[in-house]
Structures are given as structure tokens and as C-alpha cells.
Nanobody, 123 residues
Framework: QVQLVESGGGLAQAGGRLRLSCVVS????????MAWFRQPPGKEREFVAV????????YYADSVKGRFTISRDNAAATVFLQMDDLKPEDTAVYYC????????????????WGQGTQVTVSP
């Protein structure tokens, strides 16, 4: 049973920073592309960032490019999302997902999801 557990969310002020972590257990982390999605209040879940299983490809949503950085530690089976220069519009529940195929922007391609972690950014 593959499980994903996110942590690191919380309250931050605009311009601040947070670092999210997602630990994967019960599976071979190295074969999964790992992504972060988020669901703002009253909106649908949207893509944020993805890191390919090989570690040589990553993509970001335009809204976070230059502010967020995704990274992965295969030895620790963990993916991170460093969020800098936070904005109130970054407020959302953040989810990590694991996919065995490379369709990074397609939510339906992700085999496993975490329970989500709340990020709230105040003005």
C-alpha cells in the first residue's frame, strides 16, 4: 500500500516562505514522477510543480515560476516544495501526487495522493 504524507503547511505572511514535504512509503519512490497540486478555496485543484522520476525534468505553473522550487530526495523517498515570496493567492490546500507515467499536468494520471496540507498566506 503506497502512502503519501504531506507536512510543512501553515500560516505565513506575504513575502514569507514555507517548505512542504511529502514522504512516500510502501512503494518504489524512484519510479514515480512526483508533483504538487493545490486547491484554492472555492476552486478546482490545479497543477503547481512536477519533478520527473529521473530527476532531470521539472515544470512549474506560470503563477509560481521563479518563486517555488520542487526537489526530490530519492534516498529519503521525499519530495519537497520550497515556496518563497508567498502571496495571498497561494492560499490553498496543497497535495502531492505520485505517477508512474509522464503526463505531468493530467491529474488523472496520478496513481496516489496525499491527504493535503493547508497553506494560508496573509496580506
Amino acid at each position: 500500500q503506497v502512502q503519501l504524507v504531506e507536512s510543512g503547511g501553515g500560516l505565513a505572511q506575504a513575502g514569507g516562505r514555507l517548505r512542504l514535504s511529502c514522504v512516500v512509503s510502501g512503494g518504489n519512490f524512484r519510479i514515480y514522477s512526483m508533483a504538487w497540486f493545490r486547491q484554492p478555496p472555492g476552486k478546482e485543484r490545479e497543477f503547481v510543480a512536477v519533478a520527473k522520476w529521473s530527476g532531470d525534468n521539472s515544470y512549474y505553473a506560470d503563477s509560481v515560476k521563479g518563486r517555488f522550487t520542487i526537489s526530490r530526495d530519492n534516498a529519503a523517498a521525499t519530495v519537497f516544495l520550497q515556496m518563497d515570496d508567498l502571496k495571498p493567492e497561494d492560499t490553498a490546500v496543497y497535495y502531492c501526487g505520485a505517477s508512474r507515467i509522464w503526463r505531468p499536468f493530467d491529474q488523472s494520471s496520478y496513481n496516489y495522493w496525499g491527504q493535503g496540507t493547508q497553506v494560508t498566506v496573509s496580506p
